[in-house]
């Protein structure tokens, strides 16, 4: 899940009733070129045309979304091309079957070629088929509980800071990818995912004001989770590091990544120029380490008698978490190469899903974890 720093404004204010269960805009296809949706009894209604038809019995509808085509003009907004429902409560989109309704949606900034399809679902149904794709539906029941808060905080966040305001506004409130969340089909939820999301049902992390706060989390910390602003570019209220002994025997195991010292010197001159507006004209030679720790949040090298400090999020963000996995690491000099090596997967933020494991298999319950991760934050029920 990537977080960027205009989202982690504190977005909901407190309730005196409880909310009605939201409806969710989750984007699972982009600019796609043909859409082909299957189902019973399908209802298809078309905004632009204010008209609706039904196909009787098991039928397949086929749609063109090749922007421009005299179907579909190419237009200068977002706009809902069609919505297709069925009383089931399934609509089918390639191997797949989906609770609620299927979008199409064009003129979107992220899909010039095609469409975009959407899936708008109760956020309860949305929550577990989430369990299923960003844990595990065998893992310990009060994991996925705790899972299902943090989830459930983050997407209600997503979709205040991500309703229409204008016309570029996009359709959806969240990604089924990385980027935001990976949720999941009818297929991919079990009865212990469904038991997670109704023992949770309207769970959410609040402050000290009473105000929804985005729940963040990763893979694995490797030792110490780190708070927001030590990865992105703001602060969240109620977040703070916390020492993590759990994760240590679960997911993936430590991890080493070697570079050329040129390479990684110009490295170090691009995050310094991106980040801190700093020219530097550093070069190998020039380079003097000064002794790194993997609890470090950042690291210091001289370039010759200027000290310059370097946060290793920079490094992780310039290079990829494929190169490398997370941000709790150390860098050594070796010579003509400089290695990073360390611990952990993810972005560090929040709860750590494989600690959440452990104590979940040591009786923890979901409150007592997300107590641990999120100590200054409580659980507030808003519907």
Known sequence: ????????????????????????????????????????????????????????GRQTVNFNCRLGNRHIPMPDKPLLIAAVSSPTGLVGWEDKRYRGELHLVAGS?????????????????????????????????????????????????KMRNELPEHAQALPWHLESSE???????????????????????????????????????????????????????????GYRAVDCPFCHKHGRKS????????AFTSLMRRSLQRYEGVQSRATP??????????????????????????????????????????NHYRVVDEGATVRMTGDGYGHGVGMCQMGAFELAKRGYTYREILQHYFPALAVKKIW
């Not at 805009?25 to 600019?31: A, E, T």
């Not at 900034?109 to 309860?124: I, S």
């Not at 990763?218 to 703001?234: A, Y």
């Not at 991890?255 to 040129?262: Q, T, V």
């Open 1 to 56: 899940m990537r977080f960027t720093g205009c989202s982690i404004l504190l977005l909901f204010s407190s309730l005196s009733a409880l909310a009605a269960v939201p409806q969710v805009k989750v984007l699972i296809g982009r600019s796609l070129k043909d859409v082909i949706v299957h189902g019973t009894d399908l209802r298809q209604q078309n905004p632009l045309q204010k008209a609706s038809r039904t196909f009787a």
């Open 179 to 237: 980027k935001d969340q990976v949720s999941g089909s009818f297929f991919d939820t079990t009865p212990q995912t469904d038991l997670a999301s109704r023992a949770t049902e309207g769970e959410v992390l609040a402050g000290a004001s009473g105000a929804t706060v985005a729940g963040f989390y990763h893979s694995k910390c490797g030792g110490r989770t780190l708070k927001p602003d030590q990865v992105w570019s703001g602060t969240v209220e």
């Open 285 to 326: 030679e020039s380079l003097t380490f000064v002794h790194d720790l993997p609890g470090n949040g950042e690291f210091r090298v001289y370039e010759g008698n200027h000290p310059r400090v370097l946060r290793k999020t920079w490094l992780r963000n310039m290079m990829g978490r494929e190169e490398l996995p997370s």
């Open 109 to 157: 900034q992220a899909a010039q070629k095609g469409c975009d399809l959407v899936n708008l679902v109760p956020m309860e149904t949305y929550i577990s088929s989430l369990l299923a794709k960003e844990m595990r539906a065998d893992w310990p029941i009060e994991a996925l509980k705790a899972q299902a808060v943090a989830a459930r905080s983050y997407a209600l966040i």
């Open 255 to 262: 991890w080493s990544k070697r570079m050329d010292k040129y």
